[in-house]
T-cell receptor, first 114, second 116 residues
Framework: AQSVTQLGSHVSVSEGALVLLRCNYS??????LFWYVQYPNQGLQLLLK??????LVKGINGFEAEFKKSETSFHLTKPSAHMSDAAEYFC????????????FGRGTSLIVHP | EAGVAQSPRYKIIEKRQSVAFWCNPI?????LYWYQQILGQGPKLLIQ????????DSQLPKDRFSAERLKGVDSTLKIQPAKLEDSAVYLC??????????????FGPGTRLTVT
């Protein structure tokens, strides 16, 4: 079985500060990992994904995430927060081959203060 | 290209009534997903189609929920009869590749269901 844990339902940062959103996963097979962002009243949009290539993955809007197998983590970072980054962020895991169930974390709400 | 379309955007019904949601995926996308997103939680997969076949429906409450994907294109999700705990946003997503791959899912705006 696979699962995703996002630490912190809310993260608050000042504009210009580092953004760090935490995600830990469990999977019995090498995982595919994703970060999605959801703006109010909109569907989810892919930020980036890990598919067993480079462990440091760069995504849209200046976000990146590092896959650390030893820590079973896939934390999302951005060097400098913008007001427009305020949204809900979801980490998700899936696995390769045959039938699989994409599993999402509970989400982390990013609040950006001026 | 046009995105994933869902209708209606909002629906309010009384418990024990029936409701249906419609999804039109991005043209050419083989895989279609229905998720339930309860307030404060992440999306939970209900059912996954590949073309017009069901890949996984293990988390679909089959006593009250049903879904179909006609001709491998658009899809409907039905709840009959609805319960209070079905209040949630129902998200539809589609992907280009076949199930099991690391394909990006494209999500629609969702249908917000309130059961009173």
């Amino acid at each position: 079985a696979q699962s995703v844990t996002q630490l912190g339902s809310h993260v608050s940062v000042s504009e210009g500060a580092l953004v760090l959103l935490r995600c830990n996963y469990s999977s019995s097979v090498p995982p595919y990992l994703f970060w999605y962002v959801q703006y109010p009243n909109q569907g989810l949009q892919l930020l980036l994904k890990y598919t067993s290539a480079a462990t440091l993955v760069k995504g849209i809007n200046g976000f990146e995430a590092e896959f650390k197998k030893s820590e079973t983590s896939f934390h999302l970072t951005k060097p400098s927060a913008h007001m427009s980054d305020a949204a809900e962020y979801f980490c998700a895991v899936s696995r390769s081959g045959g039938s699989y169930i994409p599993t999402f974390g509970r989400g982390t709400s990013l609040i950006v203060h001026p | 290209e046009a995105g994933v379309a869902q209708s209606p955007r909002y629906k309010i019904i009384e418990k024990r009534q029936s409701v249906a949601f419609w999804c039109n995926p991005i043209s050419g996308h083989a895989t279609l997903y229905w998720y339930q997103q309860i307030l404060g939680q992440g999306p939970k997969l209900l059912i996954q189609f590949q073309n017009n076949g069901v890949v996984d429906d293990s988390q679909l409450p089959k006593d009250r929920f049903s879904a179909e994907r006609l001709k491998g294109v658009d899809s409907t999700l039905k709840i009959q009869p609805a319960k209070l705990e079905d209040s949630a946003v129902y998200l539809c997503a589609s992907a280009t590749g076949l199930a099991g791959g690391a394909y990006e899912q494209y999500f629609g705006p969702g249908t917000r269901l309130t059961v009173t």
